[in-house]
C-alpha cells in the first residue's frame, strides 16, 4: 500500500513538474547491483534495461561524472535533461548485467569500488554475499571507453566513524591501488554508506580528487554545488518506470521537501 501511494503521488508530481520541461540541473543516479536477488538495493536486469531505454528514447543526455565536472567548473551550461550513472561497491553483476546495456547504448558510467572486496564477495542487511568484480573485469571495462573505475575506500567502513589517520588510510591506499592495477589517474570518490562530514571531505580533497559523491538525494545545478558533496539519487528495487521518471528532475526534490513536512520524524 505504501508502494502504492508513493507510486501515485510520483505520478501526480510527474505530470504537474515533467522533468523534460523543469529540468535545470543534472541527476547523478546511484546503483549498487543489477541482478537477481532479494537485496533491496538491487535492480532486476529487465527493470535496467527498461530505465536505460527510457534515458534513449527520451533523448537525455547521459554523461561521465568527470563531463558533469568539467561543465560545472566552466559555469554550470548544458544541465538540462543530463543525467550521471554510477554504481557502488563493485558487484560483479554490474559486468555481467549492467555493462552490456550500456554498451549498448553507448552510455558511460562510473563504478566506485571497495578495492579489499575485489575479487571477493560482500556481506550485506539481508545476509546475501554477493560476488564482486576481479581485476580483470574492471581492466576489461576500463579498456572499453564507457567505464571509469574509482576508489569507494578498501574496507568500505564508514569514515566518520574512523580516525584521521584510519580514514586517511582507506581513502588513499584504495586510490593507489586502483591507479596501479589500472594504469590511470583516480578523480572521484564515493563515501561508503553516504558518511562523511567536512573533515572527511577534506581527506578526499587533500588526497587529490577532484569531487566526491554523497547518498544524499537531490539534483546538481549551476549554483550553490559542492563538488565533494555532490548529491545522487538513489535507483533500487523500489524504483518503478514512474519513480525512476520523477528520480532525473525537480519531482524528486519536491517529493523530498514535502516528505520532510508530513513525516518530519
Known amino acids: 500500500m505504501k508502494s502504492l501511494a508513493r507510486t501515485f503521488m510520483f505520478g501526480v508530481l510527474n505530470l504537474l513538474f515533467n522533468s ?8 547523478i543516479l546511484m546503483y549498487h547491483s543489477v541482478g537477481e536477488n532479494r537485496v533491496f538495493f538491487t ?3 529487465r527493470e535496467f534495461e527498461r530505465q536505460m531505454e527510457y534515458l534513449h528514447k527520451h533523448d537525455y543526455s547521459v554523461i561521465s561524472l568527470s563531463g558533469l565536472i568539467e561543465r560545472l567548473q566552466q559555469g554550470g551550461r548544458n544541465l538540462k535533461k543530463c543525467v550521471v550513472l554510477t554504481f557502488d561497491d563493485g558487484y560483479r553483476d554490474n559486468y ?9 547504448y553507448g552510455f558511460p558510467a562510473t563504478i566506485f569500488v571497495a578495492t579489499g572486496f575485489i575479487g571477493q564477495s560482500m556481506d550485506n542487511a539481508y545476509h546475501e554475499p554477493l560476488p564482486m568484480l576481479s581485476w580483470g573485469e574492471l581492466k576489461e571495462m576500463a ?48 563515501y561508503p554508506h553516504g558518511s562523511s562530514s567536512a573533515s572527511v571531505e577534506d581527506l578526499a580533497r587533500g588526497a587529490g580528487f577532484l569531487a566526491a559523491v554523497t547518498t544524499k538525494e537531490g539534483i ?19 524504483v518503478n518506470l514512474v519513480v525512476f521518471q ?19 520524524s
Do not use: M
Open 20 to 27: 523534460e520541461v523543469f529540468s535545470r540541473g543534472c541527476a
Open 143 to 190: 579498456g572499453s571507453g564507457i567505464i571509469d573505475i574509482e576508489p569507494h575506500t578498501i574496507h568500505h567502513k564508514k569514515l566518520t566513524e574512523l580516525s584521521s589517520y584510519e580514514a586517511t588510510a582507506e581513502i588513499q591506499e584504495s586510490k593507489k591501488e586502483i591507479e596501479e592495477k589500472l594504469g590511470k589517474k583516480c578523480a572521484s570518490f564515493a
Open 246 to 264: 520523477a528520480k532525473l528532475g525537480f519531482s524528486n526534490v519536491l517529493y523530498h521537501i514535502l516528505k520532510k513536512y508530513v513525516s518530519p
Open 43 to 45: 535492480v532486476r536486469p
Open 220 to 238: 546538481i545545478g549551476q549554483k550553490n554545488w559542492n563538488p565533494f558533496a555532490l548529491k545522487r539519487n538513489s535507483v533500487d528495487s523500489t
Open 96 to 104: 555481467a548485467n549492467a555493462y552490456p546495456v550500456l554498451k549498448k
